[in-house]
């Protein structure tokens, strides 16, 4: 109950600073501050820590949702990028096409799922606001126009509550499978220009993982520590191919490589400790 009510209390400070921060940094143009919320909310290198930590964390139904969820919408935001090719604001410092906002669609489709999982008021609260923090960010920082940012959110949004309800209706094996079907797609859409490499490649690697782990019957979940062995595994793959310019061959299987590891690393390691 103690834990409980640290948890809350910090969420809804967290939330309420955020809120005021924001007010203040959008009055007084606060480029350092949209940049960090920026980062935090959509970068590719934030979600290679913090998503196999949660992943482990959950009941093995829940992880795998929460990332089919993440990687499927950022998959159709790549996808709707290249299909709808509409341009950024004049100027804007990133590059590609605007709409949707990959930024928005990741956060909306992390934590709108797992506000959706666990409807906790205080998570709630912490969702919306951060979800609009981040959405705030690309258009303080001139790199996307509002519908961009909507489109993004709607898309992440979306996602998450198909997602959700599938996690209900379908077993985790078909669920795996789904996640493995979607990933082949989206991969074969990329190769014939449209959309991207990165979340297809990672999704791969993380249903083979998961059909691995249970033809060895690794169903156990290790938790948050040992999540963080598949952060420090997958992290060096993600960010290597991400970093440097590989052929598209190369580049798709250490992100595949990366997404396996990190859900077959923290499994295994916990298989040898506890045996």
Same mark, same amino acid.
């Given at each position: 109950?103690?834990?409980?009510?640290?948890?809350?209390?910090?969420?809804?400070?967290? $939330?309420?600073?955020?809120?005021?921060?924001?007010?203040?940094?959008?009055?007084?143009?606060?480029?350092?501050?949209?940049?960090?919320?920026?980062?935090?909310?959509?970068?590719?290198?934030?979600?290679?820590?913090?998503?196999?930590?949660?992943?482990?964390?959950?009941?093995?139904?829940?992880?795998?949702?929460?990332?089919?969820?993440?990687?499927?919408?950022?998959?159709?935001?790549?996808?709707?990028?290249?299909?709808?090719?509409?341009?950024?604001?004049?100027?804007?410092?990133?590059?590609?096409?605007?709409?949707?906002?990959?930024?928005?669609?990741?956060?909306?489709?992390?934590?709108?799922?797992?506000?959706?999982?666990?409807?906790?008021?205080?998570?709630?609260?912490?969702?919306?606001?951060?979800?609009?923090?981040?959405?705030?960010?690309?258009?303080?920082?001139?790199?996307?126009?509002?519908?961009?940012?909507?489109?993004?959110?709607?898309?992440?949004?979306?996602?998450?509550?198909?997602?959700?309800?599938?996690?209900?209706?379908?077993?985790?094996?078909?669920?795996?499978?789904?996640?493995?079907?979607?990933? &082949?797609?989206?991969?074969?859409?990329?190769?014939?220009?449209?959309?991207?490499?990165?979340?297809?490649?990672?999704?791969?690697?993380?249903?083979?993982?998961?059909?691995?782990?249970?033809?060895?019957?690794?169903?156990?979940?290790?938790?948050?520590?040992?999540? &963080?062995?598949? $952060?420090?595994?997958?992290?060096?793959?993600?960010?290597?191919?991400?970093?440097?310019?590989? $052929?598209?061959?190369?580049?798709?299987?250490?992100?595949?490589?990366?997404?396996?590891?990190?859900?077959?690393?923290?499994?295994?390691?916990?298989?040898?400790?506890?045996?």
């Amino acid at each position: 109950m103690a834990y409980r009510f640290m948890a809350s209390t910090i969420l809804y400070v967290v $939330s309420f600073i955020l809120v005021v921060v924001m007010t203040l940094a959008w009055l007084y143009s606060v480029t350092v501050f949209w940049s960090l919320i920026s980062l935090l909310g959509g970068s590719v290198g934030f979600y290679v820590i913090i998503l196999p930590v949660v992943y482990h964390s959950l009941p093995r139904v829940y992880g795998f949702s929460l990332a089919l969820s993440l990687l499927l919408a950022t998959s159709i935001t790549g996808f709707a990028k290249d299909l709808f090719k509409l341009s950024r604001p004049p100027g804007a410092i990133a590059g590609g096409y605007g709409f949707p906002s990959g930024h928005a669609t990741s956060v909306s489709s992390f934590w709108g799922f797992l506000a959706l999982r666990y409807p906790w008021p205080p998570l709630i609260a912490f969702t919306v606001v951060f979800i609009m923090a981040v959405s705030i960010s690309r258009l303080a920082l001139g790199v996307h126009y509002p519908r961009d940012v909507v489109g993004g959110v709607l898309v992440g949004f979306t996602t998450a509550t198909i997602v959700y309800m599938l996690s209900h209706r379908l077993s985790v094996d078909k669920l795996i499978y789904a996640g493995l079907a979607s990933s &082949i797609i989206f991969l074969i859409a990329s190769l014939l220009g449209y959309g991207i490499i990165y979340s297809p490649s990672v999704l791969l690697g993380l249903s083979i993982g998961e059909v691995i782990a249970s033809r060895l019957k690794l169903y156990r979940e290790p938790g948050p520590l040992y999540g &963080i062995l598949g $952060s420090i595994t997958a992290a060096p793959l993600t960010m290597l191919a991400y970093s440097l310019e590989y $052929s598209v061959g190369v580049s798709i299987t250490l992100y595949t490589m990366a997404g396996l590891l990190a859900l077959i690393a923290p499994r295994v390691a916990m298989y040898l400790r506890v045996g």
